[in-house]
């Protein structure tokens, strides 16, 4: 049972003593059954004794649209502003070659596969388009409240909030604290002003010399009273005026009620951690996945733009990717988490720009491929125009960007997600919405695979293609491709059946799906590698791995002789330790390797910056400098699957954690929507309840041989048959909640 606790609606300023002005303290009495362990989150409070690094000491904060680096600079205190649908969309392809055309049966391209000019220009970029600079040369100790979602320098002289509930920041402070703009040479230098006491900047981003992205500009106001400052941001995509709506809404939250504003902001975080809570015997890895669960939240919300690589753009121009989407993991990754954490309804903006671009995906797969259905390229930029019949520039503004734009696995990579945000919420609406991207993959792929070749055993030579991160394009069966395009016709065929639609593509899909050849095996070393007659290689992405997870095609049911070969290359793969750290992680708890949790916490800690937050690839790696990558708070993700995992629609608990240390969760969620909540202690399952949310057929891997199942609203109890594979299987009702237990 979840006691109820209090919480100060103005804790940090009653903390120092009530200074700054606070007339009175309030405190909010939240009720029982909320978050499930509030201790841990208290715990997980981020301390700073410095802020002068804005790569590694800046203090993340934001409301999953609008977010910010807090940093010291030369005598400041600097929050440097971002937001999420306030990008440079430009694309000039003017210079670009005509895009390549590739021929399946020969696997021959029209022109080499090189990165086009566009790419070397400094946009597409996501910009800091406006900075708050507060005149201050005191102690930067600082305190991050994770629970609360406010930053406190010095015991309380700064006090900063990215305010949930809207696009506002509110800073208390006696310092003196000025607007600016953030001038960067590819845009026009904003327009500031000061209307009636309040500060504003406005700043444009100019729109293609075809017109085809029509531009928009982005309006930031910041009005004060006394110690009270609030900082509003609207862009043109919300308001058709935005300066005068941010400088509307600036001044509607100078005549709120400070005691107001703050006990909203921290009941919606509130809200936010009453969804699941972790309590492990290893604090360190509790306060991991707090943190990074928090910094998820400051990146996104579930109505907002998808957020792209980075959190708080930092460099400009940026040579990270241009802060796109880049679909052969990093996009995937940075919303994959926000499932098992149950916090589903964040994988919206995921979906919705999968869905609005299927157009141009149909569109590239009949111009590069001639083929129907849809191919999605390496990367995505936001604010695509959706048609690009109807766009005027060079190549119908289309950025096909290397040989990596070719690999063939990324539609089915990028359709995990949106396939799993039916298996985990597995309602008859969330399969229509996302059912006609899924048809279109699943159309493509089966068209590609007409055209292969088949060996002398009838399996499809798959390709041509290129292993995600590794030269050249022109290899053959890569693992990546195999393991997507399983998980895609299953998906797909599932799907169908549902809905009883596309039956005769059905047809076509279970034919190919059977002609998927195997995973390559180097015969020399016995490790799985990226491709036919390829060799072990540092890889990148662990293409080799990759059927583990994410594609989820080799489980712990599979049979012992996969097993064993998966986990021996899990066990002997080498990496540069770039974009594999959260892939491996998962595959060696998916297979339940016994390194699992000490490998994992070791690169945890290898990669652990003073701010929380993770680095990209180890210490040393340049372009760790590049910012804070959104795809690293995954890590809550990846150490729930410690705890819980759900592949094949089969529970299984506690499948990677240590017997001999204590555990326990409340309503992680597993597919299916079941929420699950369990506690191991003294190397046992003692406590099991799940909560069905909506119906359906609950598959558990027992944790006991002999098992019984009470009925929360009826108290009626039942003993269940566990199988010959430890499985028991419950018929469950939407809404229900069911108590399991040992049976004497």
Request: aromatic content about 12%.
């Amino acid at each position: 049972m979840r006691g109820s606790f209090r919480i100060t609606g103005i804790i940090s300023v009653f903390l120092v003593g009530m200074l700054m002005a606070c007339s009175a303290q309030s405190v909010k009495e939240w009720p029982a059954g909320g978050v499930p362990y509030p201790e841990m989150l208290e715990q997980a409070k981020i301390t700073l004794d410095k802020l002068d690094s804005a790569s590694e000491d800046a203090v993340i904060q934001g409301n999953g649209d609008l977010h910010s680096l807090l940093y010291a600079k030369q005598n400041q205190i600097v929050l440097r502003l971002a937001k999420n649908d306030v990008y440079d969309a430009r694309i000039d392809t003017k210079e670009d070659k005509e895009l390549a055309r590739i021929d399946i049966k020969s696997g021959r391209t029209s022109r080499e596969l090189d990165l086009p000019p566009s790419w070397n220009k400094p946009y597409p970029l996501s910009i800091n388009f406006a900075n708050v600079e507060i005149d201050y040369s005191g102690s930067q100790q600082a305190t991050i409240d994770v629970f609360r979602a406010n930053a406190n320098i010095n015991g309380g002289e700064i006090i900063v909030r990215a305010l949930l509930q809207d696009n506002v920041y509110y800073i208390k402070t006696a310092h003196v604290i000025k607007l600016k703009d953030q001038p960067w040479e590819p845009i026009p230098h904003a327009l500031t002003g000061s209307n009636d006491g309040v500060q504003w900047v406005k700043q444009e981003l100019p729109p293609d010399e075809s017109g085809d992205w029509k531009g928009m500009h982005v309006a930031t106001a910041m009005a004060s009273k006394g110690e009270n400052h609030y900082i509003a941001v609207v862009s043109s995509l919300e308001a058709e005026n935005p300066l005068d709506k941010a400088i509307a809404l600036a001044n509607l939250y100078l005549q709120k009620e400070e005691v107001a504003i703050v006990e909203k902001h921290e009941g919606l975080w509130y809200n936010y951690w009453q969804a699941s809570g972790i309590k492990l015997s290893d604090l360190d890895l509790s306060k991991v996945w707090y943190r990074n669960l928090y910094f998820a939240r400051c990146a996104q919300n579930p109505k907002s733009q998808a957020i792209g690589l980075f959190i708080g753009p930092l460099l400009q121009p940026l040579d990270g990717w241009h802060d796109n989407y880049t679909i052969n993991y990093n996009f995937q990754q940075t919303f994959w988490s926000f499932l098992n954490t149950n916090h589903v309804e964040f994988i919206n903006p995921y979906n919705k720009v999968v869905l609005n671009y299927l157009p141009r995906a149909q569109w590239f797969a009949k111009q590069t491929y001639d083929v129907e259905g849809a191919f999605y390229p390496h990367n995505i930029y936001r604010h695509e125009p959706v048609n690009p019949e109807e766009c005027k520039s060079n190549n119908n503004r289309m950025f096909a960007g290397g040989p990596w734009a070719y690999t063939l696995g990324l539609s089915g990579f990028l359709m995990h997600n949106l396939w799993l945000s039916y298996k985990y919420c597995p309602t008859q609406e969330q399969l229509n919405k996302i059912y006609p991207a899924i048809r279109e993959m699943a159309r493509f792929y089966a068209a590609f695979s007409e055209q292969c070749s088949l060996d002398s055993e009838g399996y499809l030579i798959l390709g041509p293609t290129v292993s995600p991160e590794h030269m050249p394009f022109g290899v053959y069966n890569c693992p990546f491709d195999i393991a997507f395009m399983k998980l895609m016709f299953e998906g797909f065929l599932e799907a169908s059946e549902k809905l009883n639609a596309d039956l005769e593509l059905a047809q076509k899909v279970r034919r190919y799906l059977n002609r998927l050849p195997p995973y390559p095996v180097d015969e020399e070393s016995g490790y799985l590698v990226d491709r036919n007659a390829g060799k072990p290689l540092e890889y990148n992405i662990p293409v080799p791995t990759t059927p583990v997870f994410p594609a989820e095609q080799i489980t712990f049911f599979s049979s012992e002789q996969e097993k064993e070969l998966f986990i021996n290359t899990l066990q002997n793969i080498k990496t540069n330790g770039n974009n594999s750290t959260i892939m491996l992680a998962v595959a060696k708890a998916r297979l339940s390797t016994p390194d699992a949790r000490l490998w994992f916490q070791k690169q945890i800690g290898l990669r652990a910056k003073p701010n929380g937050s993770l680095r990209l690839s180890r210490e040393w790696a340049p372009f760790n400098k590049f910012g804070h990558y959104t795809e690293m708070f995954a890590v809550s993700g990846a150490i729930s699957e410690l705890l819980l995992q759900s592949v094949e629609g089969i529970i299984r608990l506690f499948p990677a954690w240590p017997k001999d240390e204590d555990a326990k969760f409340e309503t992680l969620r597993a597919t299916g929507g079941f929420l699950v909540s369990a506690e191991q202690k003294n190397g046992s399952v003692h406590s099991l309840r799940i909560t069905s949310t909506v119906g359906g057929k609950l598959r558990l891997f027992s944790p006991w041989n002999n098992i019984e199942c009470t009925s929360h609203d009826t108290g009626a109890k039942e003993v269940i048959k566990v199988n010959a594979l430890g499985i028991v299987e419950l018929l469950t009702e939407e809404g229900k909640r069911y108590t399991f237990k040992k049976q004497n």
